[in-house]
């Protein structure tokens, strides 16, 4: 009798544990898609604002242009605004000429917005150290959305989807940068020195979550 009550548990948890995941899965879409959204009008506030609001602690950086800055901004609040919806399966299945042409835009941003952003990282006045860190994330974000663009074009969905999840998880970086530094700043840290270790903080842990997902069980997210 024991044995047919354990079984009976265990039949009973599976639909339970299947319906757990999803709704933590769509919390979690959820929360990254208005938190992009916010991050992608505040890139839209700044272009409408004609670049006025630009924070200072950032025009101070010694751009040769400031036209390069102003692209980056440009692009990878694209990228914010339109990456969140590549992963809704109903979108993609239902409405699949939107699916593609958000892909489109969406890649042609991160292409634009990480070379601006590779062209001026070594610019910053925090010195080299965020300077690398920024040059780093902008290398590995246009490495990730290429290679997602090339699985695409071989029609390797599976491949491109993985590609994609690591390539947005380093656009998520704008807004963790726009996280991490108002907490350092209310935890009474240097700006310099904090600075420098977010320019690394805002997108090394994102791909390293990106890469849990890779290696789960389907390797997919799917809302």
Request: hydrophobic share 55%.
């Amino acid at each position: 009798m024991s044995d047919i009550s354990a079984n009976r548990r265990a039949i009973e948890f599976q639909p339970t544990a299947r319906r757990t995941r999803p709704v933590a899965r769509r919390v979690g879409w959820i929360l990254v898609a208005v938190t992009s959204l916010l991050v992608g009008a505040y890139a839209v506030l700044l272009v409408a604002s004609g670049f006025a609001l630009v924070p200072e602690e950032v025009v101070g950086n010694r751009f040769p242009s400031a036209l390069g800055l102003r692209i980056h901004i440009v692009a990878s609040g694209i990228a914010l605004i339109t990456g969140p919806f590549q992963f809704l399966r109903p979108l993609r299945h239902r409405f699949p000429v939107v699916h593609r042409t958000l892909g489109r835009i969406y890649v042609v941003a991160c292409l634009i917005g990480g070379l601006a952003g590779g062209l001026i990282a070594l610019f910053s006045t925090s010195g080299l150290v965020a300077g690398f860190g920024f040059l780093g994330l902008a290398i590995a974000w246009l490495i990730c959305t290429i290679r997602a663009w090339l699985a695409v074009r071989q029609h390797d969905y599976l491949t491109h989807q993985r590609w994609m999840i690591r390539s947005f998880a380093l656009a998520f970086a704008a807004v963790m940068l726009r996280i991490y530094i108002p907490l350092s700043q209310i935890a009474g840290l240097d700006y310099a020195d904090s600075y420098r270790v977010i320019a690394w903080l805002c997108w090394v842990p994102n791909l390293l979550v990106a890469q849990l997902l890779v290696r789960s069980a389907r390797g997919q997210a799917d809302f």
